[in-house]
Structures are given as C-alpha cells and as structure tokens.
C-alpha cells in the first residue's frame, strides 16, 4: 500500500487561496487542506501522513492517516526520520517542493511529486468527477424529458 508523506506547510504555501488564508488564519488552511485531502483521497486505498510545522491548535483528523506537528523543531527533520525508518521506501510518496527533502527522499528511493503537480492532479481530479456528475445529471434530465414527452403523447 502506497504511503503519502506530505510537507502541509509547504503544500499550503503552493496553493494561492490557502497561502491568502494562512496569512490571517493558519488554523483555518490547516482545517481546508485537511478537508481537502480527505475529499481528494476518500476511496482511496492508501496511508498518509501530513507534516505541520509548529504546535498543534484546534485537533485535526486525517481519514486515511495521521497529523504530525513539529513542536519545536522543523517539520522537514520529522519527514527524514519517518522516510529513514520506513520498511519499505519505495512505497512512499512524497509531496513537498523543497528541495533538500526532495534530494533526500529520492536517495532513499521515494516517489516524489512536486507539491505544484500534486494540487493540480488534486483540480484535475476533482474536475473530472465534476463533468462526470453533470454527464449522469445530463442523461437524468433526458430521460425525465422523455416521460414527459411520451405521457403527452399516450394522451
């Protein structure tokens, strides 16, 4: 089973809303991203760790994973230690556009995926589930047309 390791702070920081609302509220972008993963990775058999730097606020709670906070240190020595004690690295995928971790995480023979690339596969993917929705809302109305018309004609 793959395992996303994700750099949140730096991920924040790559999307324009949420670095907008980091800046009044960081709790706030901490709260949506959050929401967002567990949108994006729902159904999805996969484990997950995301990396805050700092102290933890309001508590968070990941479906697929865990939440790590860094306390007093920096989140990127968390990610090197839970990549280094990793079974297996070659099932980690690693999020962050850092690129000192992303060095790292590729010596130690993880996947890595640009946070930039990783929020635009997120928007393609929820695109496509949005045209597939208005696709089967579409082919509801035509058949709901189609009754109508052929009551209409049965009288």
């Not at 946070?115 to 579409?138: A, C, G, V, W």
Request: charge should be positive; include cysteine; aromatic fraction near 8%.
């Amino acid at each position: 089973m793959n395992h996303y390791i994700i750099d949140g702070n730096n991920l924040i920081g790559r999307i324009k809303s949420f670095q907008q609302l980091q800046q009044k509220d960081k709790q706030a972008s901490r709260e949506r991203l959050v929401n967002l993963l567990n949108k994006y990775f729902s159904g999805k058999k996969i484990k997950l760790t995301l990396h805050f730097d700092g102290h933890p606020n309001l508590s968070l709670s990941i479906s697929k994973g865990k939440i790590e906070y860094s306390k007093n240190e920096i989140s990127d020595n968390l990610i090197r230690r839970e990549i280094e004690s990793s079974k297996n690295p070659r099932l980690l995928i690693l999020i962050t556009s850092d690129h000192g971790l992303m060095n790292f995480g590729k010596v130690c023979g993880c996947t890595i995926i640009s946070s930039d690339e990783f929020h635009k596969s997120i928007e393609q993917s929820f695109e496509k589930n949005d045209e597939e929705e208005r696709i089967k809302q579409l082919g509801n109305d035509k058949n709901e047309f189609l009754k109508l018309f052929q009551e209409r004609n049965i009288k």
